[in-house]
């Protein structure tokens, strides 16, 4: 009987200390399990933070005989001439720096620059006809403060481009007359797009070619044309 006493003892004892044990845990557990759905329900964001990897872009352009460097500056003063242009591109998202270098130091600043690949035609008509191609790398930039308005990118990018002929348009520019089929490709552009639909880009490009102060054949100058496209990511 002594024994059987104790044994209730005992046990209410146990079930009231586990009661009050587990009374804390059940607002915490109910924390947890908030928290976890919430970064659940928060990865689908995340992921598009910006537009797909994949993109294809369409655009045209009009030469201009301004200097590239007067261009960057002031692209509203520039002369333009007889010759136009019209292209498609396609470019792959390979990663942010971060993620493709590794640790930079640049800490989160490396996650707002990413790399791109990019492969594109085109064709001169007007005054010039040629065809074109040309291969690329882009850096491009996407931590501005008002993405939450106006999504914004900024891009530049080194690359090789190859025309089907030479360009009477660029030897006439370059001070030394020469002309290449095949020169450097620069082609810095902004890119604009809805916050809610970052998949749909209006893009302004300058589509730069250039013998880089005579690294290429030795050809000082080359051609830029003035140039408006949209982008679609997918």
């Known amino acids: ?19 009050q044990f587990m009374a804390p845990l059940l607002p915490a557990s109910k924390m947890v399990s908030a928290i976890l759905l919430a970064v659940g329900l928060a990865t689908p964001a995340l992921a ?3 537009g ?9 352009g009009v030469a201009s005989e301004t200097n590239f460097t007067d261009l960057l500056i002031s692209p509203w003063n520039a002369e333009v ?20 270098v590794g640790d930079t130091g640049l800490g989160h600043i490396g996650d707002d620059f990413t790399i791109e690949a990019e492969g594109g035609v085109s064709a001169r008509f007007g005054d010039e006809n040629l065809g074109e191609a ?17 999504y914004t990118t900024i891009g530049a990018n080194t690359g090789v ?4 002929d030479l360009s009477d348009f660029e030897a006439w520019r370059d001070s030394n007359g020469k002309s290449s089929v095949l020169l450097h490709y620069l082609a810095p552009e902004f890119t604009f797009a809805d916050p809610e639909n ?7 490009r300058l589509h730069h ?13 080359g051609s830029t044309f003035l140039s408006a496209g949209i982008r679609a990511r997918f």
Not at 52 to 60: H, I, P, Q, R, Y
Not at 138 to 150: A, F
């Open 134 to 150: 040309w291969v690329a790398l882009y850096l491009r930039y996407d931590g501005l403060p008002w993405n939450d308005t106006v």
């Open 209 to 221: 070619r250039s013998g880089v102060f005579g690294l290429f054949d030795g050809v000082v100058s």
């Open 81 to 100: 001439n007889a010759i136009g242009v019209v292209g498609a591109s396609y470019s792959r998202r390979l990663g942010t720096v971060n993620e493709l």
């Open 48 to 50: 598009q933070s910006r």
């Open 52 to 60: 797909a990897d994949d993109s294809v872009m369409v655009f045209g």
């Open 1 to 19: 009987m002594v024994i059987a006493l104790q044994r209730l003892i005992y046990h209410s004892a146990c079930c009231r200390v586990k009661r």
């Open 161 to 164: 481009s190859l025309l089907t």
């Open 198 to 204: 970052k998949d749909l880009e209006f893009v302004l």
